[in-house]
């Protein structure tokens, strides 16, 4: 079977009709939807000489044994979000098959190193709020302990939907038996976001993903008539808070990196009072380590300031959630700079603002990198989530062609 | 009886043992607490040679009849919010009720014109929402069909409350009989604003009511997920909306008057997406007409601005509420800075935020002032407003006088 990218799209939108509808994908962890998704790939995998196991994480791994044990893996995730877009993740998977299909045949079922792909579990966290949890087990740092009593939104626990798919989770850390013999990992994933539309390339190499500082501020005022209160005797909490909208974007203008105030509170919220509590939701992301403490640094330093000149006391800032930059392994950036400019004639490199089960990989030491197709409105998570199918071909090209770089790069190796 | 300022300090007092606890006043119209109170006041009306009634509003009238049927008017009102400060609205009507003691002695029950204690029934509207329910039927600004189908929060109709204390909503209109004859009318309030506080001054003449413009705002921008969305590809509602912030106040610079954004609201308000849409209240007061239409017109044009420069479409504006300015009689507010300046040896002169039952008055066409004594904290509407003892008194004498003053302008028009 030579490579057959048609053949990828034609199977993308055979698992979008088993598995979705006018309302976009449905294939949530640990569901059914999900279970009929992973089964009708098993049947995909059964066509082909490989090994295929669910791991203690509950990962599905198929492996194409080669010369060398040394093993290249290729990664993606058939989850979704509810009422997802119909290529997050699944493309990944499916791509995967079809290179894992053209190695099987070029080198008669024998490649020169081992091929593995490997669809994650419950990338997204969907249902439980716990995302890239196949890939955090894999990589050592998921804390099944401390995640257990998660609940949906029916209360299900987390534990009981994943024994239900047979995961225990007392068990999930043996996943990390599955880094053995790894030497890289690859991942072409929908870009979610506009920069390759905006730049008007179909296809981009993956740098690393984003730190991230996730803090929620709240300023503190006094509340006071809106009509019997002179402007210069007011605590304005709602004021200080305001003033910290511009200058995120004067903090990434300075640093680069990306910062969003999502989410603002006022109390008691009412036309007639001044605003006595005002709180704020940041989430600043940055590829460097250092730019990104820095811009937390600034930011703090302003929310100070605008306090201080409303002759408001100290905001409180507290940590949501915060994860180092992941940067992904400067060879395979380069063979996918190359396997992109060899297919398109053009690459750009750029980070991904969000998180992808690569970074767990590469969290466990794994050389790694991303690829990005183009994402039509530039939007994600959503039913309308879109790619042109002739870009769609282009990635499973690419993502080939850094397959073929990355064995010959293992191969050296060893 | 001559003027004893200390006993409407002891008044007061009697009046907060009875209708109040340690979390405040509860005076609420329409309530049994309420009907204590205005039971409480006819006690000791009943020991003055005044005819009392109730007028179809539920307004209590006490009138001690003068050579002249023209009238001089003192209003204040017994109800007060849940859990209200001791002193407003009901300062006004005993210090009133001090004023005519005196003024029924001086002249032996028969003073050179009509003098009329007026205890406004729910200045507040704190029960059904609505304010200046009896002052406003007075002018004949209040429109009951309009109002009839308030309810409470346990569901009870304001017809019915109403009905039960005697008040007929279709009647209620024919309060407009008592403006027959009235030539004046005095109302001495706490100012509730810090004002003559932070001035150390205790009593202050007031201009008049500021007009208000009241209305929403909407900003509509485009969800984005925080980590992928570059900075300039943002169209970022709360961006747009936070830049009003310091504006307003750059307009009051301006313009004088006083702007207050008191709520704000984010969607999706989540701390990954880029805000989508933002909704703010703006509360403008101002004592001039024109300056006030200057001030909303700068806001829409401010909003139009911050919108066009973050990409984002004109904002929504929707009006909540207005009023125009009230501005009283000339010749009361040089009155009431002469007899606070007999009083205390300093007047200051200054607008008022918050309504009152004057500007209803004000509004009938009968020459109008009020006369502010200073709040501590410069706080209302809470068990904390107070007032020092001292000031409440000098107030009582001020009032005084300034009813003297006002006989004698009366009686020089007749």
Same mark, same amino acid.
């Given at each position: ?54 791991? @203690? ?9 080669? /010369? ?29 098959? /079809?290179?894992?299909? +053209? ?20 990338? #997204? ?52 038996? #599955? ?25 981009? @190499? ?27 005797? +007011? ?36 036309? =007639? ?11 600043? +992301? ?26 408001? *006391? #100290? ?21 996918? $700079?190359?396997?992109?400019? /060899? ?7 750029? *980070? ?33 989530? $879109?790619?042109?199918? /002739? ?12 397959? $073929?770089? =990355?064995?010959?790069?293992? +191969?050296?190796?060893?």
């Amino acid at each position: 079977m030579p490579l057959d990218p048609k053949r990828t799209v034609a199977e993308l939108k055979e698992l979008r009709a088993l598995t979705g509808d006018e309302n976009g994908a449905w294939r949530v962890a640990w569901t059914d939807t999900w279970l009929k998704a992973r089964e009708w790939y098993r049947g995909k995998l059964a066509e082909l000489p490989v090994e295929v196991h669910q791991d @203690a994480a509950g990962n599905i791994w198929a492996t194409l044994a080669g /010369e060398s044990e040394k093993a290249l893996l290729i990664g993606g995730h058939l989850d979704s979000v509810p009422g997802g877009g119909w290529l997050d993740g699944c493309l990944n998977v499916l791509a995967g098959l /079809e290179v894992l299909r +053209r190695i099987a045949e070029q080198y008669d079922g024998r490649p020169p190193v081992t091929v593995r792909l490997v669809d994650w579990a419950d990338e #997204e966290g969907a249902r439980f709020g716990r995302s890239l949890m196949g890939s955090s087990a894999f990589s050592g740092t998921l804390e099944p302990e401390a995640e257990k009593d998660r609940t949906d939104k029916d209360g299900t626990r987390l534990e009981d939907a994943l024994r239900r798919c047979g995961v225990e989770m007392d068990r999930m850390l043996e996943a990390q038996q #599955e880094q053995k013999n790894a030497a890289a990992y690859l991942e072409l994933h929908i870009e979610q976001g506009p920069v390759l539309l905006d730049i008007d390339l179909p296809l981009g @190499a993956v740098l690393g993903t984003f730190g991230v500082e996730r803090h929620a501020i709240r300023f503190f005022g006094q509340a006071a008539h809106s009509g019997s209160t002179p402007m210069d005797k +007011r605590k304005d909490a709602f004021l200080a808070a305001a003033k910290m909208a511009p200058e995120i974007y004067a903090i990434t203008d300075r640093n680069g990196g990306v910062c969003t105030l999502g989410s603002c509170v006022t109390r008691p919220g009412i036309v =007639t009072s001044v605003v006595a509590e005002c709180d704020l939701t940041l989430d600043q +992301r940055h590829l460097d380590a250092d730019a990104l403490a820095r811009m937390l640094f600034e930011a703090k330093k302003a929310s100070q300031r605008f306090s201080r000149e409303g002759g408001l *006391p #100290e905001p409180e800032w507290s940590t949501i959630w915060r994860i180092e930059p992941i940067l992904f392994h400067p060879d395979l950036i380069e063979f996918c $700079d190359q396997a992109i400019r /060899e297919v398109v004639g053009t690459s750009h490199r750029l *980070p991904s603002g969000p998180l992808h089960d690569a970074a767990e990989v590469a969290r466990a030491g794994i050389p790694t990198v991303m690829m990005f197709v183009q994402s039509l409105h530039g939007i994600s998570h959503n039913k309308i989530e $879109d790619t042109k199918e /002739e870009h769609l071909e282009l990635s499973v090209q690419a993502l080939d062609r850094l397959a $073929d770089k =990355t064995i010959d790069w293992i +191969r050296q190796q060893s």
